[in-house]
């Protein structure tokens, strides 16, 4: 089911502890089914631990994350991930929920 989501559906938002990762990334960074952070990324994580492969970043760490501890959400050992952008076919379809959930990530990162 993980796989049809990041194949077809209109998520573009996943939390997921690290095992789930590494079976969905691999190592291969140019088929890869996240954005690199590079892609979407503003807010500040310093002080948060990132998922790479291959040196690329592509998931950020959420046991430091201000927002989710505030509002006792625990999500320590899950990393934040944005699916990569839109297929041209996907484009004018999904476009608008790829950028709400880059927004939404971006909040709750800053927080």
């Known amino acids: 089911k993980l796989q049809l989501s990041l194949a077809e559906d209109d998520v573009y938002l996943y939390i997921m502890d690290k095992d789930t990762a590494q079976y969905c990334m691999g190592d291969d960074t140019e088929n890869a089914v996240f954005a690199p952070l590079k892609d ?9 631990e990132t998922y790479a492969v291959n040196g690329v970043d592509f998931g950020i760490k959420l046991d430091n994350c201000a927002f989710l501890n505030e509002k006792d959400i625990d999500f320590s050992n ?3 991930f944005i699916r990569y952008y839109p297929r041209k076919d996907q484009l004018k379809r999904q476009l608008a929920g790829y950028e709400a959930s880059i927004e939404l990530a971006n909040q709750i990162l800053n927080k």
């Open 40 to 48: 979407w990324l503003t807010a500040d994580i310093s002080d948060m």
């Open 78 to 80: 899950h990393y934040l």
